[in-house]
């Protein structure tokens, strides 16, 4: 497999991983947060870099229905990063010499906001990508024959994700924060840090397995009529 495709790989998961341990602010410290947070939007660059190929077939990209999601989803997750980035300006500590952090709580929310939706777009910007994630990964544990019996234990174990997603978005407020809704209930990391990333990963697979799955019901409808 090509080597450069794999680091494009390595280097996409390390930024989904850099998204997850942002999402920890009140355990990390703002210092961290913001090495962290500006590590991954490098990262981000970086993506767009290696796919800029992509934006010169966009109209073509654009047609059918399964296109025409993949778009959307690649739109919203681009305005979802560069509200992320502004926000991070004007508010940002590290920048403080060069100009004067913005604490307003407006824009802390906003910021809050477009992380919570990164979170959810690109769990869906992936569950589109999930057939070529998958042959990765067969391809680099050497599994080239389809089975049953495993893919029955794959489907239980996305199922099970899933079903532990949908409870793990109400453990985290998932619903207030991408409503913009002011609450006080938030994660106490003193009890438990583990479980806020277990949770966090869960959603993820949740919004991975309803697009995957949605995607080739829709499919399979397109192919049906």
Same mark, same amino acid.
Request: hydrophobic share 55%; with cysteine.
């Given at each position: 497999?090509?080597?450069?495709?794999?680091?494009?790989?390595?280097?996409?998961?390390?930024? $989904?991983?850099?998204?997850?341990?942002?999402?920890?602010?009140?355990?990390?410290?703002?210092?961290?947060?913001?090495?962290?947070?500006? #590590?991954?939007?490098?990262?981000?660059?970086?993506?767009?870099?290696?796919?800029?190929?992509?934006?010169?077939?966009?109209?073509?990209?654009?047609?059918?229905?399964?296109?025409?999601?993949?778009?959307?989803?690649?739109? $919203?997750?681009?305005?979802?990063?560069?509200?992320?980035?502004?926000?991070?300006?004007?508010?940002?500590?590290?920048?403080?010499?060069?100009?004067?952090?913005?604490?307003?709580?407006?824009?802390?929310?906003?910021?809050?906001? $477009?992380?919570?939706?990164?979170?959810?777009?690109? $769990?869906?910007?992936?569950?589109?990508?999930?057939?070529?994630?998958?042959?990765?990964?067969?391809?680099?544990?050497?599994?080239?024959?389809?089975?049953?019996?495993?893919?029955?234990?794959?489907?239980?174990?996305?199922? #099970?994700?899933?079903?532990?997603?949908?409870?793990?978005?109400?453990?985290?407020?998932?619903?207030?924060?991408? #409503?913009?809704?002011?609450?006080?209930?938030?994660?106490?990391?003193?009890?438990?840090?583990?479980?806020?990333?277990?949770?966090?990963?869960?959603?993820?697979?949740?919004?991975?397995?309803?697009?995957?799955?949605?995607? =080739?019901?829709?499919?399979?409808? =397109?192919?049906?009529?």
């Amino acid at each position: 497999m090509n080597k450069l495709f794999l680091l494009r790989i390595a280097l996409d998961c390390l930024a $989904a991983g850099l998204l997850l341990f942002d999402l920890s602010y009140w355990w990390l410290g703002n210092t961290a947060h913001e090495i962290a947070g500006t #590590a991954m939007l490098l990262l981000v660059i970086v993506h767009n870099a290696f796919n800029r190929r992509w934006y010169g077939t966009l109209a073509r990209n654009a047609r059918g229905r399964h296109g025409l999601f993949n778009v959307s989803v690649t739109t $919203a997750l681009l305005v979802a990063m560069t509200v992320l980035l502004v926000t991070s300006v004007l508010i940002s500590h590290a920048l403080g010499g060069v100009m004067p952090a913005y604490s307003g709580f407006t824009v802390i929310q906003i910021h809050t906001l $477009a992380a919570y939706w990164l979170l959810v777009v690109v $769990a869906i910007h992936l569950g589109l990508r999930w057939p070529t994630i998958m042959s990765v990964a067969r391809n680099l544990v050497g599994i080239k024959r389809p089975n049953a019996i495993r893919s029955g234990l794959l489907r239980l174990i996305s199922t #099970a994700i899933a079903l532990h997603g949908v409870w793990s978005s109400f453990a985290l407020g998932l619903g207030t924060k991408l #409503a913009m809704q002011m609450t006080l209930d938030w994660w106490n990391f003193e009890e438990s840090v583990a479980f806020f990333f277990v949770h966090c990963m869960a959603v993820t697979g949740l919004y991975i397995s309803l697009t995957y799955y949605g995607m =080739k019901l829709v499919d399979r409808r =397109k192919n049906a009529v």
